[in-house]
């Protein structure tokens, strides 16, 4: 299936600029764009330039990454004045509600979350 396969999803295409997105941050590892679907006034994504389906798929050759993921979450977040804080969120896998199986960060803020989500 699609989650095991390392099908190209539409995340590589924006990797690899064959379609466009709101660009906010990109570094030789990583790219950080709007949501196309916001569900927050400020809702943007953080993924890996490489491939990775899922966090499940992650290993400890990841670490590195993984960790300057959170980083460029964090870094983007403060540049974006979300100075009272955000949410982020990883689905991984079907019961996570993951649609796309590009490894994503979902960074989401200006209003106040609800806790716990649905
Ligand atoms: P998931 O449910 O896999 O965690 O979230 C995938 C997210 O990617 C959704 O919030 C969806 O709105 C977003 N998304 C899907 N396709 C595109 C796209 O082509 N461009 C952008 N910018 N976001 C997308």
């Known amino acids: 299936n699609a989650v095991q396969s ?3 999803t539409i995340f590589s295409k924006i990797v690899d600029k ?3 997105a709101d660009i906010l941050h990109e ?3 990583c790219l950080a764009f709007y949501d196309v679907n916001p569900q ?3 809702h943007f994504l953080v993924i890996p330039k490489c491939p990775i389906p899922m966090l499940s798929s992650a290993t ?3 670490q590195v990454l993984l960790g300057h993921l959170l980083l ?3 870094i983007t977040a403060e540049k974006l004045g979300l100075y009272e804080g955000y949410r982020i969120v990883i689905n991984n896998g ?3 509600a993951q649609s796309v ?3 994503h960060i979902h960074v989401m803020g200006g209003r106040q979350m609800d806790w716990p989500p649905g």
């Open 60 to 62: 400890k050759n990841e």
């Open 27 to 29: 570094d030789e590892e």
């Open 6 to 8: 390392g099908t190209p």
């Open 18 to 20: 064959s379609i466009p």
């Open 40 to 42: 927050a006034p400020v």
């Open 72 to 74: 460029v979450a964090k």
């Open 101 to 103: 199986y590009h490894l």
């Open 94 to 96: 079907p019961d996570g």
